[in-house]
């Protein structure tokens, strides 16, 4: 059975950094793309990046580009994602999913997530 | 930037009716279309994705139709149990990976 499990999540003060780690199970970790999805609570979902199984390909929403940085350790199957240079907007529940396909890149479909991690940044 | 118009933002229906949902992306966007349930305080699931796919252990009361700039989600017989926000999502490439605004289903 596929299990992701996120933790991290804090208060932050805005200007501050913060990792975000999601461990998995259930599946060949290093053969699928993982993406990390964040969610203000009562509110909707906005994709925030992907890495491909390898880690060689990674991908961000114009939103989080040169502030965020996502990674992987296929050994430890485990994804990141550092989070610098945090704002108030960025104050949401991460969700850290698994591709629908295994292939080289992702897809950007994910079928399997974590219950999130939530992180709050305020003064 | 694509733009996922999703309407209604809400509704709600009996049980046994019907529901359709539709999600129109502000540029054509093939077949690269999911719809994800979101239960109160749950987590999204994935229902269909290629606009019309089933996902595996999906009821067959959900249907998904659509191409390009017009899609639609459509509950055949709303049960207690799809109570839930319904969000589409095109996936065809990144940063192009958006959301709609979600439409919240509840019971009449």
């Known amino acids: 059975e596929v299990h992701l499990v996120e933790s991290g999540g804090d208060l932050v003060q805005p200007g501050g950094s913060l990792r975000l780690s999601c461990a998995a199970s259930g599946f060949t970790f290093g053969n699928y793309a993982m993406s990390w999805v964040r969610q203000v609570p009562g509110k909707g979902l906005e994709w925030v990046s992907s890495?491909?199984?390898?880690?060689?390909?990674?991908y961000y929403a114009d939103s989080v580009k040169g502030r965020f940085t996502i990674s992987r350790d296929n050994s430890k199957n485990t994804v990141y994602l550092q989070m610098n240079s945090l704002r108030a907007e960025d104050t949401a529940v991460y969700y850290c999913a698994k591709d629908h396909w295994q292939q080289l890149l992702p897809s950007h479909l994910n079928d399997y997530w974590g219950q999130g991690t939530l992180v709050t940044v305020s003064s | 930037d694509i733009q996922m118009t999703q309407s209604p933002s809400s509704l709600s229906a009996s049980v046994g009716g019907r529901v359709t949902i539709t999600c129109r992306p502000s540029q054509g966007i093939s077949y690269y279309l999911a719809w994800f349930q979101q239960k109160p305080g749950k987590v999204p699931k994935l229902l269909i994705y290629a606009a019309s796919t089933l996902q595996s252990g999906v009821p067959s009361r959900f249907r998904g139709s659509g191409s390009g700039t017009d899609f639609t989600l459509t509950i055949s017989s709303l049960q207690p149990e799809d109570v839930a926000t319904y969000y589409c999502?095109?996936?065809?490439?990144?940063?192009?990976?958006?959301f709609g605004g979600g439409t919240k289903v509840e019971i009449k």
């Open positions: 890495i491909s199984g390898s880690g060689g390909y990674t």
């Open positions: 999502q095109s996936y065809n490439s990144a940063p192009q990976v958006t």
